[in-house]
């Protein structure tokens, strides 16, 4: 049964509420007014359960003591995993609940093989863009979701070891300084964005919620089939290059941020997409550009 908003607002603002992404559940709770409208606004949408449900995580975001919560108030962050967070200003609090968010999956997540990737899936196929920071994933992973693509991720790709299928964590995507516009001109709407966060030790960081299909449908998961590292140059000519089975192989383990803590079944795991799935390596200048070597690529390669 759905919660109304009042309900939700009430328990965030107490012990706490459950917010289930996917195969995750996280039990949050958020004392400054603002960042819960924030908050609210971005997980617009999004599965919220009062109990009882087995639980992952536990995210508390809070003002140290009365100074920092109302005189100057200041945000601080419990996950219950030996946190040593500098404080944010409350201004940038839902940057605050999105690193707590992220730290728990990249540290305490031991249920599925980790990616720090972007994923997605379209007629079946799944696409994994794993890449380090700055090449373009994010930005290429929105521009997919709002162009016929089922959303899973643009950060934590998450693969179950047993089935080989990966599933959908379909977090709001963070956006960050030129690749903001770019996508709000791509969406051509201003409602599924956070207002923008400025001045933070990335530039300037915008939130962008996923298409309501992905978030609807975020139970469902799909086979990998594709591959794809992304390398963003404005100056670049466009290219794919195809790579070998054990070059896909060597990359997919260094994007998995948990391959060392799952061993040997995250070993055969990532040999299994490597030598089943088609992988290759895209350069492109322009996100319309990128979208159309991702198509490319699938429709040369896959029958």
């Known amino acids: 049964m759905s919660l109304d908003s009042r309900t939700i607002k009430h328990h965030l603002s107490g012990q706490g509420i459950l917010m289930s992404i996917g195969p995750i559940c996280t039990r949050i709770s958020i004392k400054f007014p603002s960042i819960r409208d924030d908050f609210l606004h971005i997980y617009k949408g999004y599965s919220f359960?009062?109990?009882?449900?087995?639980?992952?995580?536990?995210?508390?975001?809070?003002?140290?003591?009365?100074?920092?919560?109302?005189?100057?108030?200041?945000?601080?962050?419990?996950?219950?995993?030996?946190?040593?967070?500098?404080?944010?200003?409350?201004?940038?609090?839902l940057l605050s609940v999105e690193m707590g968010m992220n730290w728990q999956m990249a540290v305490g997540c031991k249920t599925h093989i980790l990616f720090h990737a972007g994923v997605l899936e379209k007629n079946g196929v799944g696409l994994i863009i794993p890449a380090i920071s700055g090449s373009g994933k994010s930005t290429l992973?929105?521009?997919?979701?709002?162009?016929?693509?089922?959303?899973?991720?643009?950060?934590?790709?998450?693969l179950d070891a047993d089935s080989g299928e990966l599933c959908s964590y379909p977090r709001p995507v963070s956006l960050k300084n030129e690749s903001i516009s770019v996508i709000k001109e791509w969406v051509g709407m201003d409602e599924p964005f956070s207002r923008e966060?400025?001045?933070?030790?990335?530039?300037?960081?915008?939130?962008?919620?996923?298409?309501?299909?992905?978030?609807?449908?975020?139970?469902?998961?799909?086979?990998?089939?594709?591959?794809?590292?992304?390398?963003?140059?404005?100056?670049?000519?466009?290219?794919?290059?195809?790579?070998?089975?054990?070059m896909a192989f060597f990359r997919l383990v260094r994007s998995s941020a948990n391959y060392g803590d799952i061993g040997e079944p995250a070993f055969?795991?990532?040999?299994?997409?490597?030598?089943?799935?088609?992988?290759?390596?895209?350069?492109?200048?322009?996100?319309e550009e990128g979208i159309q070597l991702v198509n490319k690529f699938i429709d040369e390669n896959l029958p």
């Open 268 to 287: 055969h795991a990532l040999a299994k997409i490597a030598k089943e799935c088609i992988s290759c390596e895209i350069t492109y200048s322009s996100l």
């Open 49 to 93: 359960l009062e109990g009882p449900e087995i639980t992952d995580f536990y995210l508390d975001v809070y003002g140290r003591n009365f100074y920092r919560r109302y005189l100057r108030p200041q945000v601080a962050i419990n996950t219950l995993m030996n946190d040593n967070y500098v404080p944010l200003p409350v201004s940038m609090g």
């Open 141 to 158: 992973s929105a521009g997919l979701a709002y162009n016929g693509w089922r959303f899973f991720s643009d950060e934590f790709g998450l």
């Open 197 to 246: 966060y400025e001045g933070t030790p990335k530039g300037t960081i915008c939130y962008l919620r996923p298409p309501n299909s992905s978030i609807e449908n975020m139970h469902k998961t799909v086979q990998p089939r594709v591959v794809i590292h992304p390398v963003f140059n404005p100056d670049a000519k466009p290219d794919i290059k195809p790579l070998t089975e054990t």
